[in-house]
C-alpha cells in the first residue's frame, strides 16, 4: 500500500468579476491522481500557476479541496474532522517556498521550533527545549542560536529553521514546496543535500514541488508534470528525461539551460492547440503514463 494516494483531486476558485458580470471559475487543480511510496523522494513539477503549489496544500488541508480523496496510510484524510486532522499532521508536514515570511518576525527561533511541540501539548518544558536543541543540530545549526529571531539569519538558515520546525513531530511525509527556489544557487545545493541526508536518517517520504527541473532530475525516482491543473506526464524520472512523450513535457525540457555552449539546442514553443487538454492519462512504458 502506498503512503499516500492522491485520487481525482479537484480545486476550483470562484472569482468574482464584477457587479454584472457572473463570476468565473479557475481550475486550479482539475482531476489529480497520483500515488507516493514509502521512502519515496517524488517529484511533482510544472511553470508557475501550473496548480503544483495548490495540490500540496488541498493535501494538507491548507485549502479545502473542492472534491476527491487524499488517502495517508490507507485512510482519506479529506473525511477527517477537526481533532482528528490535528493529529494526522504530525504525521504530514509542510516546508514552505520563501524563508522570510514563513517564520514569525516577532518570535524566537527556538519557540518558533517548539511551537508544533506546544500545541500538541508533547512533553515537559524541559524536554520540548532538549528536543529543539536535537532538531537544530540535525540541521547543522548550533543550539546558542535559539534565543536570536529570524531577521538575524541568512536566507539559507531560515529555511534551515523552517525545516528543524516541520520535523519536530517526526513526520512520515514532508511536503517540500519550492522550499529551496527563494534561495540562492550555492546555499539551494547546501539545503538539497540536507533533505537527502534527512530522507535516509529519519526514513522520510517526501512530495518535492518545484520548477527546476535539474534539480528534480537528480533527485527523484518519479516525476509528475503538471500543466494548468492536470498531470499530463508521470513516470520514473530516467524515462521521462530520456523519453518525453507529452508536448509540455518536450516544451519544459527543452527550457533547461544546457552547459556545453557548442551542443545542439533548439527551445521548443508550445503549442496549446497541438494537444488535446482533456485526454486521459494511458500507459505508454513500462510505469509512464502520457495524456497523448
Same mark, same amino acid.
Given at each position: ?57 488541498? #493535501? ?128 539551494? !545545493? ?18 518535492? #514541488? !518545484? ?7 537528480? #533527485? ?63 500507459? #505508454?512504458?513500462?510505469?509512464?503514463? !502520457?495524456?497523448?
Amino acid at each position: 500500500m502506498p503512503l499516500l494516494e492522491v485520487r481525482h483531486l479537484v480545486k476550483h476558485f470562484v472569482r468574482k468579476q464584477g457587479l454584472w458580470r457572473p463570476p468565473s471559475v479557475v481550475r486550479a487543480v482539475d482531476d489529480v491522481s497520483f500515488t507516493i511510496d514509502e521512502g519515496e523522494m517524488f517529484g511533482l513539477v510544472g511553470e508557475s500557476g501550473s496548480g503544483k503549489s495548490t495540490t500540496g496544500r488541498c #493535501i494538507l488541508r491548507l485549502i479545502e479541496p473542492s472534491s476527491g480523496e487524499v488517502l495517508f496510510r490507507g485512510e482519506n484524510v479529506l473525511g477527517f474532522d477537526r481533532s482528528r486532522m490535528r493529529a494526522a499532521r504530525r504525521d504530514m508536514q509542510i516546508v514552505f517556498q520563501d524563508p522570510y515570511s514563513s517564520l514569525n518576525p516577532r518570535m524566537r527561533v527556538g519557540d518558533i521550533v517548539e511551537e508544533p511541540l506546544v500545541i500538541h501539548n508533547l512533553g515537559t518544558r524541559a524536554e520540548r527545549l532538549t528536543r529543539v536543541a536535537e532538531l537544530f543540530e540535525l540541521v547543522g545549526l548550533e543550539s546558542s542560536y535559539l534565543s536570536r529571531y529570524p531577521h538575524e539569519f541568512s536566507g539559507g538558515q531560515r529555511q534551515r529553521i523552517g525545516i528543524a520546525r516541520a520535523l519536530a513531530l517526526n513526520p512520515a511525509l514532508i511536503i517540500a514546496d519550492e522550499a529551496v527556489s527563494a534561495l540562492d544557487v550555492s546555499i539551494q !545545493a547546501q539545503v538539497v543535500r540536507l533533505l537527502m541526508d534527512l530522507k535516509e536518517r529519519l526514513k522520510l517520504t517526501y512530495l518535492f #514541488i !518545484a520548477h527546476d527541473l535539474r534539480l528534480v532530475e537528480h #533527485i527523484c525516482s518519479r516525476v509528475a508534470v503538471m500543466y494548468l491543473g492536470k498531470i499530463v506526464e508521470i513516470g520514473e524520472t530516467r524515462a521521462l528525461f530520456s523519453q518525453p512523450t507529452h508536448p509540455y513535457t518536450r516544451a519544459l525540457l527543452s527550457a533547461i539551460p544546457v552547459l556545453d555552449p557548442d551542443a545542439p539546442h533548439e527551445r521548443i514553443q508550445l503549442d496549446p492547440a497541438a494537444f488535446d487538454r482533456a485526454a486521459p492519462l494511458r500507459e #505508454i512504458g513500462t510505469q509512464h503514463w !502520457a495524456a497523448v
